[in-house]
């Protein structure tokens, strides 16, 4: 099957400091992929969705500014946090869907990337 | 706007139990359904998935779902557990091809010995 990977799958960084996550889709190519969030026992929150060639589409309550995406090439996205603090801390995920013939949307997961902020 | 609902946020079964965690969504237009698993730490792992066709999906691990529209709802079951499908349980669901997916509140599975 199709494999998203992230990197790092985890990170500790300093307050003020920024941080860079990157998602690559390993076999196929993705025009958009999807950042979510999810904090400790919650579930998984859409942050923003990453277009290859165009801004990224942020949700409400998400800051752009803050959370910089750059949708670099067909297999790679990255989210940035920047000037992280330790309510950043989180699990941070992509995902990437690719179309294969009919059956529509499905999702490859990345593993993730635990990201905690001193 | 579409949503997920997981009512049970805790399950604990007996090993060989059989299991059903409950999925309730809202969709305007024709669904795709998916069901994830996550163990901690870990991402996300497809079980099944359904489009179209058959209501009745069969996943990996022994897991099937069934999809019954009249009920707007996509519940997960397996005849008999393992411990090993102690993990964090996800439904999710999206539109067309490229859409995001919205998650449910996930239910953590335990099993007892």
């Known amino acids: 099957g199709a494999v998203v990977s992230q990197h790092p799958s985890w990170v500790i960084c300093k307050s003020g400091t920024s941080v860079k996550i990157e998602c690559r889709s390993l076999d196929f190519q993705a025009t958009t992929m999807f950042w979510y969030r999810q904090f400790p026992k919650q579930s998984l929150m859409l942050m923003a969705t990453?277009?290859?060639?165009?801004?990224?589409?942020?949700e409400q309550g998400v800051e752009k500014d803050k959370f910089l995406i750059n949708h670099a090439s067909l297999t790679l996205s990255t989210l940035t946090v920047t000037s992280a603090h330790p309510e950043d801390s989180s699990f941070y995920i992509c995902?990437?869907?690719?179309?294969?013939?009919?059956?529509?949307?499905?999702?490859?997961f990345g593993p993730g990337t635990r990201l905690t902020v001193l | 706007a579409q949503s997920v609902t997981q009512p049970d946020i805790h399950i604990t079964v007996s090993e060989g139990a059989s299991l059903e965690l409950r999925c309730n969504y809202s969709?305007?237009?024709?669904?795709?359904l998916f069901w994830y698993v996550q163990s901690p730490g870990q991402g996300l792992q497809l079980l099944l998935k359904?489009?179209?066709?058959?209501?009745l999906v069969q996943g990996i691990k022994g897991f099937e779902a069934e999809f019954k529209r009249s009920q707007s709802s996509f519940n997960l079951r397996k005849p008999s557990v393992h411990w090993s499908d102690a993990a964090e349980y996800f439904c999710a669901v999206g539109g067309n091809a490229g859409n995001m997916l919205t998650f449910g509140g996930g239910t953590r599975l335990m099993v007892k010995p």
């Open positions: 359904y489009f179209s066709g058959d209501t």
């Open positions: 995902s990437a869907p690719r179309t294969s013939g009919g059956e529509g949307n499905e999702q490859f």
């Open positions: 969709y305007g237009a024709t669904p795709y």
């Open positions: 990453s277009n290859e060639g165009s801004k990224a589409t942020y």
